[in-house]
């Protein structure tokens, strides 16, 4: 089982850009499809993007589809998530998470998250 590590996070004007990364512990981190999700305060925790195991497939949510990025680079046991074009509203914890069975936009499928890291957007 891989462990997560996100780093990236920080406070940003709106329009701007962060790129998040999550480092995975361990020698199986490219049999795991990645997600990166959010939790904004008062709100549910939403799926955002998730990438297959090769890195040959990505999904995203609607609200952020041709702002934000994710990659991975499985030599360096890293996802990323290339954030452009910040808005308030993306303000939120972002999590990544790890699947050994799922390329899912959906958190129950997800085996391992990390601790995450906020974002914060200002206006």
């Known amino acids: 089982q891989v462990q997560l590590v996100e780093s990236g996070g920080g406070l940003v004007q709106a329009g701007g850009s962060l790129r998040l990364s999550c480092a995975a512990s361990?020698?199986?981190?490219?049999?795991?499809?990645m997600g990166w999700f959010r939790q904004a305060p008062g709100k549910e925790r939403e799926f955002v993007a998730a990438?297959?195991?090769?890195?040959?497939?990505?999904v995203y949510t609607d609200s952020v589809k041709g702002r934000f990025t994710i990659s991975r680079d499985n030599a360096k046991n890293t996802v990323y998530l290339q954030m452009n074009s910040l808005k308030p509203e993306d303000t939120a914890v972002y999590y990544c998470?790890?699947?050994?069975?799922?390329?899912?936009?959906?958190?129950?499928?997800?085996?391992?998250w990390g601790q995450g890291t906020q974002v914060t957007v200002s206006s």
């Open positions: 998470a790890a699947s050994s069975k799922y390329y899912s936009r959906y958190d129950h499928q997800y085996d391992t």
């Open positions: 361990g020698r199986t981190f490219s049999r795991y499809a």
């Open positions: 990438i297959t195991t090769t890195g040959l497939s990505t």
